[in-house]
């Protein structure tokens, strides 16, 4: 019994181990210090965890990881477009920028919920298509539309034709403006206090939404759609808010990140975002149906430590950084692969168990009735 419940722990955390696994060989391979590898992770942690934290809502609704949170990406790099254009720096940039990003994550996010909820057990890759779909419509919009019909002031901004934005964009009114508003430093590290504030805000809107009258509704229908419908539950409804509430923290965990970068590649800078979240909470533990605030903090820090220290690893073990790259690469679409592969075989084992525990229950009230 006690082996049986080892290898299923062992089983269900298959992936942080193996990623620590790595770590630990790869870490002294890279010859970086201590120091400068933990100011770094404490970078990386402040610039990808709110994003990370946008996938959980949809999990509770049982809509499984929602690559759909690249619209939310988009909005708000759409919004970091206008202020920019509009030259309004600093704190208030920022708070602009997240206000417009609301209304724009909203009606991507009714969108992407309702083709969702006709497409009920294939969220997961309706939703990766629907971000390459809506990313095709941001793609018009910026390069042709911007300049012609929606009007921006800023010639530095616009391509030489006179219309469609450029490239890359210089955010640097508003780079590291969350990140030194308020910091502490222990030694050499420094940590940015307030946006570590604002994630752990997040965090505990998290737990608390959960508690509510419609964080209990999700977690009713992630458990069971037709027990949820059996009790009143409006389901296509709630699903839709959960997308819509996953899109609109999107959209500011990427104004977030992107004032940490400091400039944003105008086409690109979204187009890995939903992956990348997506394997490092799977790398913290997540599963499809199944992902808490823990695995998101595990998961980005064994994924960006990774990040951190496999180039320099290939490097001094291969003679070039670019075998670190790549195998960094190959780790990321590997395990959200392996990961999807492990919940899909542990759903069936479930599913197998509990047919086996209905017909073992028929047969004891056949044998009780004789």
């Known amino acids: 019994m006690k082996k049986n419940n080892l290898s299923k722990i062992l089983l269900s955390n298959i992936v942080p181990i193996i990623m620590l696994t790595l770590i630990v060989i790869a870490f002294p391979l890279s010859g970086l210090g201590v120091i400068s590898t933990a100011q770094e992770m404490v970078e990386r942690l402040s610039r990808n965890l709110f994003l990370v934290l946008s996938l959980l809502i949809p999990v509770v609704a049982g809509m499984g990881l929602n690559f759909g949170i690249v619209l939310g990406a988009m909005a708000g790099q759409l919004a970091l477009i206008f202020i920019t254009d509009w030259q309004i720096v600093g704190m208030q940039g920022i708070f602009l920028a997240a206000i417009i990003s609301i209304p724009l994550s909203i009606i991507l996010g009714i969108i992407g919920g309702t083709i969702l909820n006709r497409a009920k057990g294939r969220e997961m890759i309706t939703s990766m298509i629907l971000g390459f779909f809506i990313n095709g419509v941001y793609q018009l919009i910026v390069l042709y539309g911007m300049g012609k019909v929606i009007p921006l002031t800023d010639k530095k901004l616009l391509l030489s034709r006179g219309y469609g934005v450029r490239n890359a964009i210089d955010l640097i009114d508003i780079r590291k403006v969350l990140d030194s508003f308020l910091t502490l430093k222990i030694g050499q590290i420094e940590i940015p206090i307030f946006t570590f504030l604002l994630i752990g805000l997040l965090g505990l809107f998290t737990v608390w939404f959960r508690k509510t009258k419609l964080g209990q509704d999700m977690r009713a229908i992630g458990q069971d759609i037709e027990v949820a419908k059996t009790a009143g539950i409006d389901v296509d409804g709630t699903r839709v808010i959960a997308i ?97 592969v492990l919940h899909q075989r542990i759903r069936e084992k479930e599913q197998e168990e509990q047919r086996r525990n209905a017909i073992e229950g028929s047969y004891q009230n056949v044998e009780g009735d004789k």
């Open 244 to 340: 819509v509430i996953s899109t609109i923290l999107a959209g500011f965990g990427q104004i977030i990140y992107l004032q940490n970068m400091g400039t944003m590649n105008t086409y690109n800078s979204h187009e890995q975002i939903g992956m990348f979240s997506i394997a490092a909470l799977l790398v913290g533990g997540a599963s499809a149906s199944k992902a808490n605030i823990i695995n998101a903090i595990s998961g980005v820090f064994l994924f960006h430590m990774l990040f951190i220290v496999s180039p320099n690893a290939g490097k001094n073990l291969m003679g070039s950084a670019y075998i670190g790259e790549y195998f960094r690469v190959f780790v990321s679409y590997g395990v959200v692969a392996l990961t999807l």
